[in-house]
């Protein structure tokens, strides 16, 4: 049984609301209920996380090796394109990890395409909205299973 750690960075608790012709109607609620379905009927845990407060993100990293966590799907938001030290704590951490966002933000404005997780993440996952979570956790699996053939 594999543990994963879904961390969701500022302004997601809006999802459903806050510009859905960008982000679409789901909910961060309902992401999460899709994500703790799939992750149980392959018979995973998985707990997720959201925090508008970087330190928060930070502490959840921090403490995922001593809490059996096996890799991180993280969808960084803002702090994608500003926070070393969140990158410095998913290093310092040692667990592969996917990098998510719901819209392609190679395709938005120049400053957003400039990430400081995508040269160390297993994967990116952008554009797809909130399916992208989906893909990710799927393919956590995949690579987790691989792994420990």
């Known amino acids: 049984m594999a543990s994963f750690l ?6 997601l608790n809006l999802l459903g609301s806050r510009e859905p012709d ?3 109607s789901t909910t961060l609620e309902e992401i999460n209920a899709r994500l703790s379905g799939i992750a149980g009927e392959a018979g995973h845990r998985l707990e997720s996380f959201q925090s508008n407060a970087e ?13 059996g966590v096996d890799m991180i799907l993280i969808n ?9 030290a969140l990158r410095d704590a ?8 996917i990098e998510i966002h719901l819209s392609n933000i190679h395709a938005r404005e120049a400053f957003r395409s400039d990430s400081f ?3 160390r993440a297993l994967g990116v996952i952008t554009g797809f909205g909130a399916i ?12 987790l299973t691989r792994k420990n053939r």
């Open 6 to 11: 879904v961390l969701h960075g500022p302004n």
């Open 22 to 24: 960008l982000y679409g």
């Open 55 to 67: 330190h928060e993100l930070l502490e959840k990293v921090q403490s995922a090796r001593g809490r």
């Open 76 to 84: 960084p938001a803002a702090f994608t394109h500003t926070s070393v």
């Open 90 to 97: 998913l290093l310092a951490a040692e667990l592969p990890f």
């Open 117 to 119: 997780f995508s040269d």
């Open 132 to 143: 992208g979570y989906e893909l990710a956790l799927r393919a956590g699996l995949h690579h």
